[in-house]
């Protein structure tokens, strides 16, 4: 069954330090995700991204943050200068229908961020 | 805009018994709900989803939950609960003209002996 793949599972980074975290989208789909999970608190969404180009981001996805597609298969969120408070659980979700559809969403196993 | 309450934070029940998750939803259009099972270390998994066809959707492992948009309510439910249903659970909301996808804060299930 394919599946989204995450890559770190878990990284441990000093405040400061540029961080980027990959994920391989299911192969046909078009429609990616970033989301976060900090300890204890709830499932937040960051950006889509749709035709290489972001589609919607939130308050929470700040110049701190980008995203590339750099080849057919990887998608990735760049964390510059990392933050204490960005330790969370990142999650990449891919759909193959976006706008006006129902598609389900489908998860990586996400990355563990830890800012130390 | 597009919002979900999950209105409590845990649940316990003793195995064997009835599951009740309860989660409402605001939207302006009809949307489509989603319930997404988290277990420890894992990550985010697809129960159901209800997408305006029938409004009682049955899920994987034994779960299932009923639109009714006059309560703006989407529970969901299990006839008997199995330890291996302990887990987060994840009420989400998708508006019919965005990509947003909005989460519930979450619901942990503990499953009692």
């Known amino acids: 069954e394919p599946e989204v793949t995450q890559t770190p599972s878990h990284q441990v980074t000093q405040m400061g330090q540029e961080v980027i975290l990959r994920c391989v989208p299911i192969?046909?789909?078009?429609?990616f995700y970033w989301y976060r999970q900090i300890l204890g608190q709830k499932v937040e969404f960051l950006v889509s991204f749709y035709n290489n180009e972001i589609s919607e981001k939130s308050e929470i996805f700040d110049d701190q943050f980008s995203v590339e597609r750099p080849d057919g298969s990887n998608f990735t969120l760049k964390i510059r200068s990392t933050k204490l408070e960005d330790s969370a659980m990142y999650f990449c979700?891919?759909?193959?229908?976006?706008?006006?559809?129902?598609?389900?969403?489908?998860f990586g196993e996400g990355s563990r961020l830890t800012v130390l | 805009a597009q919002s979900v309450t999950q209105l409590d934070s845990h649940v316990s029940v003793s195995e064997g018994t009835p599951v009740l998750l309860r989660c409402n939803y605001s939207?302006?259009?009809?949307?489509?709900l989603f319930w997404y099972v988290q277990h420890p270390n894992k990550g985010l998994q697809l129960l159901l989803k209800y997408t305006s066809a029938a409004t009682l959707v049955k899920g994987i492992n034994g779960f299932e939950a009923e639109f009714k948009k006059s309560e703006t309510s989407f529970h969901l439910t299990k006839p008997s609960a199995h330890m291996s249903d302990a887990a987060e659970y994840f009420c989400?909301?998708?508006?019919?003209?965005?990509?947003?996808?909005?989460f519930g804060k979450g619901t942990r299930l503990h499953i009692l002996p």
């Open positions: 192969s046909n789909h078009l429609y």
């Open positions: 979700a891919s759909t193959e229908l976006g706008v006006v559809t129902t598609g389900e969403l489908f």
């Open positions: 939207s302006s259009y009809s949307p489509s």
């Open positions: 989400v909301v998708r508006g019919l003209l965005d990509d947003k996808i909005i």
